[in-house]
């Protein structure tokens, strides 16, 4: 085995540990557990409560799936899309095995299962997507104390001329000491990403809008905006993953400011007064306030948020130029009314995650309204291009527009 494969190995160790967003890190974890061995594809599943099964207490959800093969057919900068599901921690499947014994299952062809293995293979899935699955290695995400936290799993090995052959007893032990290390970069995710809910728990206490769902998605769908954006704007690829990372994580943290506001407000099933929607607009101020002693890129990022998500791109957004924690004007129109930002002049993380909220809330139930049907939701969007929101963030939008439904489906609404 060359000693190379184990010095990239401790190199990727040192940065998983600076990856601080859990969803990330899982792409990332994929990504290199790919690389490590030449896989062609793969996916990585997360373990959650399973809440439809009688009897069955966890599933695997998959979180990502990549394909090189399939990817280098999308036109460049486009992200591939997968059906998002879950299967039983079981006997059936490759992955469900994996997780029900917590070792490595590597089959050299899946076509070709020996007579009398508990697990087998739909080749539905190659004749829907219209790629063979020839090889897979599929290895447990397993704490030291004992806990599963996923399974990842990756598809055709491939030798130099670029043909599937199956993984090798060495590609497994790689794998297996990879997984051990990412999932401890995983647990220290898990924490992060535990802290910023409890947080956003904290608000939809007070706001019953403010779920974690939602914070979920709009930060998703911010991120993905973002991704597009760098791409046109030929960003640095490390410089754009350190900084989706900082992102995810503040946008999570948007409407943090709401635990300031009122009951009366924040609960009312009706249309505010115009007192009372003066009184919600401060929440952007309260939000900047708790990230007024930054200690890290996050904290700035989530004081930029927290503050700009409501500004609109033609200046009659909210709270405009004004000093959170004093609450002075800086920029005042006639009267003394603080200037709203306007155009550029709001940070690009603002525009970014002023799209993905209003996206997110026009889609969804609340106490007052239905969902908007997704024509109307995507007419509405289009339409505030150049008014509410920067119209190149608008036309990003509707060129990731899978994406953002994908997310949407990564992170449904609980039932009522």
């Known amino acids: 085995m060359p000693?190379?494969?184990f010095k990239s190995i401790i190199q990727l160790d040192s940065e998983l540990n600076q990856i601080q967003d859990l969803d990330l890190l899982l792409e990332r974890i994929l990504l290199e557990a790919r690389r490590v061995v030449k896989a062609d594809a793969g996916s990585i599943y997360v373990v959650e409560k399973d809440e439809e099964n009688e009897g069955m207490r966890e599933k695997l959800v998959i979180k990502y799936s990549q394909n090189n093969t399939m990817s280098r057919e999308l036109p460049?900068?486009?992200?591939?899309?997968f059906s998002v599901f879950s299967i039983g921690i079981n006997e059936k499947t490759v992955s469900g095995y994996c997780a029900l014994t917590r070792k490595p299952v590597n089959v050299p062809d899946v076509y070709n299962i020996a007579s009398g293995t508990p697990y087998s293979y739909s080749t539905a899935y190659d004749k829907i997507s219209g790629y063979k699955t020839t090889s897979t290695l599929a290895v447990p995400l397993q704490t030291a104390e004992g806990r599963l936290l996923g399974v990842i799993q990756i598809i055709n090995a491939l030798d130099k001329d670029g043909s599937a052959v199956p993984f090798s007893k060495d590609d497994e032990f790689l794998i297996t000491h990879f997984a051990n290390n990412a999932t401890l970069a995983l647990q220290r995710a898990y924490v992060t990403r535990a802290m910023i809910l409890r947080m956003i728990k904290m608000s939809e206490l007070r706001d019953p809008k403010e779920t974690g769902t939602h914070v979920n998605r709009v930060a998703g769908y911010a991120v993905e905006i973002y991704d597009r954006w760098a791409y046109h704007h030929q960003?640095?690829?490390?410089?754009?993953?350190?900084?989706?990372?900082t992102l995810k994580i503040a946008s999570m943290l948007h409407d943090v400011g709401k635990v300031a506001i009122s009951d009366?407000?924040?609960?009312?099933?009706?249309?505010?007064?115009?007192?009372?929607?003066?009184?919600m607009q401060h929440h952007t101020l309260y939000g900047a306030q708790l990230f007024e002693d930054p200690q890290s890129p996050v904290d700035i990022t989530a004081w930029e948020v927290?503050?700009?998500?409501?500004?609109?791109?033609?200046?009659?957004?909210?709270?405009?130029w004004i000093e959170p924690v004093s609450g002075r004007a800086i920029k005042t129109a006639a009267g003394g009314k603080p200037l709203g930002k306007k155009g550029e002049e709001i940070p690009l993380t603002g525009r970014i995650v002023a799209i993905a909220d209003v996206y997110d809330a026009l889609?969804?139930?609340r106490v007052y309204k239905e969902p908007w049907t997704e024509a109307d939701v995507l007419a509405e969007i289009k339409q505030l291009g150049g008014t509410k929101f920067d119209p190149e963030l608008i036309n990003i939008f509707f060129e990731i527009l899978p994406s953002i439904k994908?997310?949407?489906s990564l992170y449904p609404e609980p039932e009522a």
């Open 3 to 5: 000693e190379t494969d």
């Open 76 to 81: 460049p900068g486009q992200k591939l899309i």
């Open 235 to 245: 960003v640095p690829e490390q410089e754009k993953e350190r900084f989706k990372d």
């Open 264 to 279: 009366i407000i924040l609960k009312k099933p009706a249309k505010f007064t115009p007192e009372e929607y003066t009184i």
């Open 306 to 320: 927290a503050l700009t998500h409501h500004e609109n791109w033609d200046g009659t957004g909210y709270p405009g």
């Open 363 to 365: 889609c969804s139930r």
């Open 406 to 408: 994908q997310i949407r």
